[in-house]
T-cell receptor
Framework: NAGVTQTPKFQVLKTGQSMTLQCAQD?????MSWYRQDPGMGLRLIHYSVGAGITDQGEVPNGYNVSRSTTEDFPLRLLSAAPSQTSVYFC????????????FGSGTRLTVV | GQNIDQPTEMTATEGAIVQINCTYQ??????LFWYQQHAGEAPTFLSY????GLEEKGRFSSFLSRSKGYSYLLLKELQMKDSASYLC??????????????FGRGTSLIVHP
């Protein structure tokens, strides 16, 4: 049971490049979310999904797209990378039970130069 | 929207007790979480409170007062490995029947010998 798997762990992009951060979970969780974490800012919600085929925007969605074609996978796409997107990105999932907390992936450290 | 306030940093001595406070303002409260995050790692779920009172889990306890918009995390018999950031998260916003937590900026706890 791998939990939540994120790839890659580290990435350097040039301004204007696009890429996809991968997230997969093997716990059959309905809810999945993407957060970014910046020094002094805490975790901020980018996009989330409550099940396959259903996604919605969070607090800071601009410059990012998501899709949820399967229960297991929830990729995050950066359309045209900007230095302001330099951050640590965490994917998280939880089952559809009220008392459940999130299980987080190990994170992707992204630098945009 | 909501405001979540936590102290930025706290220090304590090994073997002692420390209380980390969290205050919040929400429009539709539906639960409060505490997470632990060691430097360079992903957050891990510690506790969840939705009703007033104290929830105890080993050395860690979490308290909630909904009328005061206040919670605290109590750590007893501190160990060096408890040095970490402690994140308070409030579940509030309802979208599509879901409740998505918003995170505070975290409290960095330093335990010294």
């Amino acid at each position: 049971n791998a939990g939540v798997t994120q790839t890659p762990k580290f990435q350097v992009l040039k301004t204007g490049q696009s890429m996809t951060l991968q997230c997969a979970q093997d716990m059959n969780h309905e809810y999945m979310s993407w957060y970014r974490q910046d020094p002094g800012m805490g975790l901020r919600l980018i996009h989330y999904s409550v099940g396959a085929g259903i996604t919605d925007q969070g607090e800071v969605p601009n410059g990012y797209n998501v899709s949820r074609s399967t229960t297991e996978d929830f990729p995050l796409r950066l359309l045209s990378a900007a230095p302001s997107q330099t951050s640590v990105y965490f994917c998280a999932s939880r089952p559809d039970r009220v008392l459940s907390g999130y299980t987080f992936g190990s994170g992707t450290r992204l630098t945009v130069v | 929207g909501q405001n979540i306030d936590q102290p930025t940093e706290m220090t304590a001595t090994e073997g002692a007790i420390v209380q980390i406070n969290c205050t919040y303002q929400t429009s539709g409260f539906n639960g409060l979480f505490w997470y632990q995050q060691h430097a360079g790692e992903a957050p891990t779920f510690l506790s969840y409170n939705v009703l007033d009172g104290l929830e105890e889990k080993g050395r860690f306890s979490s308290f909630l007062s909904r009328s005061k918009g206040y919670s605290y995390l109590l750590l007893k018999e501190l160990q060096m490995k408890d040095s970490a950031s402690y994140l308070c998260a409030v579940r509030d916003r309802e979208r599509g029947g879901s409740y998505i937590p918003t995170f505070g900026r975290g409290t960095s706890l330093i335990v010294h010998p």
